[in-house]
């Protein structure tokens, strides 16, 4: 267990549909980040918080948000799916030194 | 912009002998180097960094990577693979004195390492 809690594991879902990722960072992390890990692209970075304000975009579609909250776990929406967007999605959190701690990431199938 | 090259998609070795896995950067300034290693069904494990000092760095389950500055390279090497190294490796940039807030990795494509016994 590395400390950074992701659910649900596993997601199968429609084309058009929305759907919420969840992440927990681990104890005492002010960084959230959120990756996307698909067979044709790699770990693509999307976005990233820092104690509740968004810090950095990567490549992130309009139809993707993300928010952090106060207790500073952080979701990931992805709207009007497509089939493209089946991927596997990643929170790393990081306590704002060197340290990265990841996920084991959310299997998102779109269908 | 930062950027990582990993030039191969898979390398295959044999139980016992030593193993290079490649990657090259594009940062501005010293670089933050890292490794991680993913399994199948499971998130990215830490298995080393390179901040500052010694060029060889040692790192877990008896990894170690060698950073060239003048050849813009972080190698990822073990002296005798195991068949349970078999893994997809990535490589991962930062720039240096980034703002807390904006210290998000890049990544490389990643390498299949594929051990047979």
């Known amino acids: 267990d590395s400390g950074v809690t992701q659910t649900p594991k596993h997601l199968i879902t429609a084309t058009g549909q929305r759907v919420t990722l969840r992440c927990s960072p681990r104890?005492?992390?002010?960084?959230v980040y959120w990756y996307q890990q698909s067979l044709d692209q790699g770990l693509q970075f999307l976005i990233q918080?820092?104690?509740?304000?968004?810090?950095a975009k990567g490549n992130i579609l309009e139809r993707f948000s993300a928010q952090q909250f106060p207790d500073l776990h952080s979701e990931l929406n992805l709207s009007s799916l497509e089939l493209g967007d089946s991927a596997l999605y990643f929170c790393?959190?990081?306590?704002?030194?060197?340290?990265?701690?990841f996920g084991s990431g959310t299997r998102l199938t779109v269908v | 912009a930062q950027s990582v090259a990993q030039p191969e998609d898979q390398v295959n070795v044999a139980e016992g002998n030593p193993l290079t896995v490649k990657c090259t950067y594009s940062?501005?300034?010293?670089?933050?180097l890292f490794w991680y290693v993913q399994y199948p069904n499971r998130g990215l494990q830490f298995l080393l960094k390179?901040?500052?000092?010694?060029?060889l760095v040692k790192g877990s389950y008896g990894f170690e990577a060698e950073f060239n500055k003048s050849q813009t390279s972080f190698h990822l090497k073990k002296p005798s693979a195991l068949v349970s190294d078999s893994a997809l490796y990535f490589c991962?940039?930062?720039?240096?004195?980034?703002?807390?807030?904006?210290?998000?990795?890049?990544f490389g494509s990643g390498t299949r390492l594929q051990v047979q016994p």
């Open positions: 918080y820092y104690n509740g304000e968004e810090r």
């Open positions: 790393a959190s990081s306590e704002g030194t060197d340290g990265y701690t």
């Open positions: 390179y901040i500052t000092g010694d060029n």
């Open positions: 940062v501005s300034g010293n670089p933050y």
């Open positions: 991962a940039v930062r720039a240096p004195y980034l703002d807390t807030g904006r210290r998000a990795l890049t």
């Open positions: 104890s005492g992390d002010l960084s």
